[in-house]
């Protein structure tokens, strides 16, 4: 189809950029060996209380503060640190003694003292020139999102909460707890974490800046171009590898609870990076058979377990859930609610899974992509990975390393394919034969 990422028929853009990385660590390429192996070896060994603390729990119920263009009334900022670390191998990053935490040079890139991940308010605002809209990049339920420069050049993105309507200083704690754990995690498919600010009414938290708009933007076709089918798998392997870190490789597993194609973030070579830990909770210390009760329900419509809905459990198996719905949102390029649609088409994955049952594949496919004999075959696989990420009961779920495993063997195939594809059309236009599609 014209109007793809690489032109008539869907090519990988980005094929063999991941290929020696990924011969050293098949399933989780944006990890280097030692904090791989370091995480390996300390997983699951704590176990996690209950307690563990909800981001949301702090940030649901607020409102926007007025825009403000004072800067100097911020004195007394109370700052965030993360936890120290030894800067200064030979890469560039290194791991702390105590909890063999990888953290790598971007903390040292804001010339502030090691191991510290420090902003001021005044900071904040020289970075967003006192959030002015022209540095507006977009509106969430978390807040406000502002494109910023640090002083050493480094852009990210500014995240300004609303305002917390109740004050609970015991709230606060524990935010701050959760953020010290978020701030551990490092992934090349991850947003990456650079800090917090709490002053006064303010809630600031700074990350990485991913320049090249959402996975859903990308499905809607707002960047101008279709996201083909090798970028999609890559969207879908990318995502898979950033949720079994969470869930396998940090010091205790992580749930990240909002997977969604408009939580994907994508790099200006397709890369992509799962954002917003707003929601993300400390998994409980599944060996002791302990799961986490939930108080109240958080995600969002159409992502959300039925499981966790109906028991208020959370467990990984909520993240492969809705995994499962992105899978279906890739290839259908629908969103997991189409509201506007007649009532047999409104639920994207029961439609979908009809549909297969039926035998009629095709006609689930996003009309952006193209109808090739390999996209036809690919596609069938992933669908047949998501209904099992979707399986009413959570036991019946394969896990996130299960699904990159998966899905790195439709990628291969896949490639396979369209490279046997390429060869035929160029031995057959040698000889002059014409080609039946
Ligand atoms: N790290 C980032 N880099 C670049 N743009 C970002 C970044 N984070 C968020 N944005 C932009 O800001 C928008 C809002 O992001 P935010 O995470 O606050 O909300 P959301 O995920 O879209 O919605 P919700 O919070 O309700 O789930 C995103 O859609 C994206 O366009």
């Known amino acids: 189809m014209s109007g793809s990422l690489s032109g008539g028929r869907s090519r990988n853009p980005n094929s063999g950029r991941r290929s020696t990385q990924s011969s050293r660590f098949p399933y989780f390429p944006g990890l280097s060996e030692s904090s791989s192996s370091s995480r390996r070896s300390s997983s699951r060994r704590n176990p996690v209380s209950v307690a563990a603390r909800s981001v949301a729990g702090v940030i649901l119920d607020c409102f926007t503060p007025p825009e403000t263009t004072n800067s100097k009334k911020f004195p007394d900022a109370v700052e965030f640190k993360a936890p120290s670390v030894n800067l200064g191998s030979a890469r560039g990053g290194s791991r702390s003694s105590n909890r063999g935490i990888y953290v790598s040079s971007y903390n040292s890139t804001h010339g502030r003292e090691p191991g510290t991940v420090k902003f001021t308010i005044e900071e904040i605002y020289k970075a967003t020139r006192n959030f002015s809209p022209a540095f507006k990049v977009g509106q969430g339920g978390f807040g406000t999102v502002y494109k910023?420069?640090?002083?050493?050049?480094?852009?990210?993105?500014?995240?300004?909460?609303?305002?917390?309507?109740?004050?609970?200083?015991?709230?606060?704690?524990?935010?701050?707890?959760?953020?010290?754990?978020?701030?551990?995690?490092?992934?090349?498919?991850?947003?990456?974490?650079?800090?917090?600010?709490?002053?006064?009414?303010?809630?600031?938290?700074?990350?990485?800046?991913?320049?090249?708009?959402?996975?859903?933007?990308?499905?809607?076709?707002?960047?101008?171009?279709?996201?083909?089918?090798?970028?999609?798998?890559?969207?879908?392997?990318?995502?898979?590898?950033?949720?079994?870190?969470l869930h396998m490789y940090t010091d205790h597993p992580i749930i990240h609870r909002d997977i969604k194609s408009s939580n994907i973030l994508l790099t200006e070579k397709f890369r992509a990076k799962v954002a917003d830990f707003g929601f993300a909770r400390l998994a409980a210390d599944t060996d002791s058979g302990a799961t986490h009760v939930s108080t109240q329900i958080k995600g969002t419509a159409g992502y959300l377990d039925p499981e966790y809905m109906r028991t208020y459990q959370l467990t990984e198996k909520s993240d492969v859930f809705s995994f499962g719905v992105l899978l279906v949102e890739l290839v259908t390029g629908r969103r997991p609610i189409e509201s506007k649609r007649e009532l047999k088409e409104r639920v994207t994955t029961r439609w979908v899974m009809k549909k297969f049952n039926e035998g009629d594949v095709i006609s689930t496919l996003d009309p952006k992509l193209d109808w090739t004999a390999e996209n036809n075959l690919a596609i069938e696989k992933i669908l047949e990975l998501s209904f099992r990420c979707l399986a009413p009961r959570r036991q019946n779920r394969p896990t996130m390393k299960t699904c990159a495993e998966v899905l790195w063997g439709i990628r291969k195939e896949y490639r396979e394919l369209c490279a046997l594809d390429v060869h035929s059309l160029s031995t057959s236009s040698k000889s002059g034969s014409i080609r039946e599609t």
């Open 148 to 245: 910023g420069t640090l002083n050493d050049g480094t852009l990210v993105a500014i995240k300004r909460a609303k305002k917390i309507v109740h004050n609970n200083k015991h709230l606060g704690v524990e935010f701050q707890s959760e953020i010290k754990t978020l701030a551990q995690v490092e992934h090349l498919n991850l947003v990456k974490f650079y800090g917090y600010l709490e002053h006064q009414d303010e809630r600031i938290v700074v990350v990485e800046y991913v320049s090249n708009g959402t996975v859903r933007e990308h499905l809607d076709c707002l960047h101008g171009k279709v996201l083909d089918l090798a970028a999609r798998l890559d969207v879908a392997i990318d995502v898979a590898h950033a949720i079994t870190y």
